[in-house]
């Protein structure tokens, strides 16, 4: 009897071929990454954008705000 070795004793599976449905999957599942990675870039993008924005803006555009703020409560009371 020989000795058992590691491919003697263990035999190799055969990767099981993709069904229709792991490639549905595979697919989805890349569709989905690739729009999760374009939102995250327009994400960025976008509040760059608006820090700058706010960095350039005087701060008067904020006492205005308080001020309208301010008129309203006025008017309710």
Do not use: C, Y
Request: charged residues 35%; without cysteine.
């Amino acid at each position: 009897m020989p000795k058992p070795t590691k491919t003697t004793l263990f035999k190799a599976l055969d990767p099981q071929p993709e069904t229709a449905m792991d490639k549905t999957t595979r697919v989805v599942r890349e569709i989905i990454d690739e729009e999760a990675q374009q939102r995250q870039v327009k994400i960025a993008r976008l509040r760059t954008a608006r820090l700058e924005r706010e960095a350039n803006t005087p701060t008067d555009a904020a006492s205005a705000t308080k001020k309208k703020n301010a008129s309203k409560a006025v008017k309710k009371g």
